[in-house]
């Protein structure tokens, strides 16, 4: 079946400006989570949705950063303002139920902020 | 925070020889899984290997966990080219649901 998928794949935009990221994830699953990688370091947990309600929040930097799953699917993490240092690539992830279990990863959204 | 530790940061090897990694962490764990990142991009599973089990092995890889040592390692044999790329571990701890990276081994695999 088909994997998670993220759009855009890519994305440069501006200083300031406001950004959505899409993740699509694997049909099924209930837990979706949201990791941000930056260059030469492992991916970093930002937040973890089961069903509708994000469950843990905690990796998410500041209150710049928004995610939402409203049908318990797909989910959009939202950053507003954006900043140089949110330059990363944002990965997107879904297991079957949560806790312990495989994650199964997107290809990534590649933020630049210039 | 990272939990995990991967050691060596780099390795490069010739093709047909094995390449191992390590992995080493700080608290107790529910499972520790390996992943595989080409280009920087997604990243594909490996293995899951949960914190009652000491080895699993999938295809040509080979995965040991000691929860005395904090520790796990990532045996690949008969390296090809197409094992180049970043070998992440990432544990899942007790009561816990999200994964926590380490930075990554990147291996190279010359031809």
């Known amino acids: 079946g088909a994997g998670v998928s993220q759009t855009p794949s890519n994305k440069v935009t501006e200083k300031g400006k406001y950004v959505e990221l899409r993740c699509d994830p694997i049909s099924g699953h209930t837990a979706l989570y949201w990791y941000r990688q930056s260059l030469g370091q492992g991916p970093e947990f930002l937040i973890y949705?089961?069903?509708?309600?994000?469950?843990?929040d905690s990796g998410l930097p500041n209150d710049r950063f928004f995610a939402v799953r409203p049908e318990g699917s797909v989910s959009t993490l939202k950053i507003q303002r954006t900043e140089r240092g949110d330059s990363a690539v944002y990965l997107c992830?879904?297991?079957?139920?949560?806790?312990?279990?495989?994650?199964?990863f997107g290809p990534g959204t590649r933020l630049t902020v210039l | 925070s990272q939990q995990g530790e991967e050691d060596p940061q780099a390795l490069s090897i010739q093709e047909g020889e094995n390449a191992t990694m390590n992995c080493s962490y700080k608290t107790s764990i529910n499972n520790l899984q390996w992943y595989r990142q080409n280009s920087g991009r997604g990243l594909v599973h490996l293995i899951l290997?949960?914190?009652?089990?000491r080895e699993k092995h999938s295809g040509r890889l080979r995965v040991t966990l000691d929860t005395s040592k904090k520790s796990s390692s990532l045996l690949i044999t008969a390296s090809r080219a197409a094992d180049t790329a970043s070998y992440f571990c990432?544990?899942?701890?007790?009561?816990?649901?999200?994964?926590?990276f380490g930075a990554g081994t990147t291996v190279t695999v010359r031809a």
């Open positions: 990432a544990t899942c701890l007790s009561n816990d649901y999200k994964l926590s």
């Open positions: 290997i949960r914190s009652n089990e």
């Open positions: 949705f089961q069903g509708t309600g994000a469950a843990d």
């Open positions: 992830a879904s297991s079957f139920g949560g806790r312990g279990n495989e994650q199964f």
